[in-house]
């Protein structure tokens, strides 16, 4: 069989269908992010704009991971419009769990903070994290995230448990 190389970049608004086939994936893949079986409820044509307003916007920037055509992982980082809170960018990262442990979130992140440290509207970054999930904390952590405070039953599992959530922050100077 031959091995295909994972290609990262900027999504553009021509993976906008891979893009929601892959959110839709991961959602019933774990329990560690926020989107479950029902996937996005997005259209293609609202991921096509999302994605238009991503590439058109100097502190949003969605990067994903490709093999072949089909995405495996993603980093999203959102931002607000308002003056006050632009400069604020919010993480979201999630990557296909049969590609969990080859560092692709790591890599992700890696081009995240270059272009954080590139644009001038990003002087902060943070993210929610579920705070039994440590491996994902130990890997902020390891990007100089600090656990910033405590989101008391900020997750809730199909079964009715409540979770806890560690928000957490970067500075970037």
């Known amino acids: 069989m031959a091995e295909q190389e994972v290609l990262f970049g900027e999504a553009e608004v021509s993976d906008a269908k891979a ?3 892959f959110l ?3 959602g019933e893949q774990s329990d560690f992010i926020d989107i479950d079986e029902s996937g996005m409820q ?3 044509a609202q991921m096509e704009e999302s994605l238009s307003y991503r590439l058109e ?15 495996i992982a993603m980093l999203n980082v959102a931002a607000d419009f308002r003056e006050q809170t632009r400069h604020i960018g919010d993480i979201f990262i999630v990557v296909d769990k ?14 995240c903070l270059d272009w954080a440290q590139e644009t001038e509207d990003i002087s902060r ?10 491996r994902a904390v130990h890997v902020y952590q390891k990007f100089g995230f600090e656990i910033e405070g ?3 039953r900020g997750a809730k599992l199909k079964d009715g448990e409540f ?11």
């Open 150 to 152: 405590v989101k008391k």
């Open 57 to 71: 916007s100097t502190n949003n920037i969605c990067l994903i991971a490709k093999l072949g055509e089909r995405v």
């Open 42 to 44: 997005m259209s293609l």
């Open 125 to 134: 970054l943070e993210l929610t994290v579920q705070a039994r999930n440590e």
């Open 19 to 21: 893009l929601l086939d």
């Open 98 to 111: 049969d590609y969990w442990g080859y560092g692709l979130g790591q890599t992700l992140m890696d081009l």
């Open 24 to 26: 839709d994936k991961v």
């Open 163 to 173: 979770l806890d959530v560690y928000l957490m922050g970067k500075l970037i100077d």
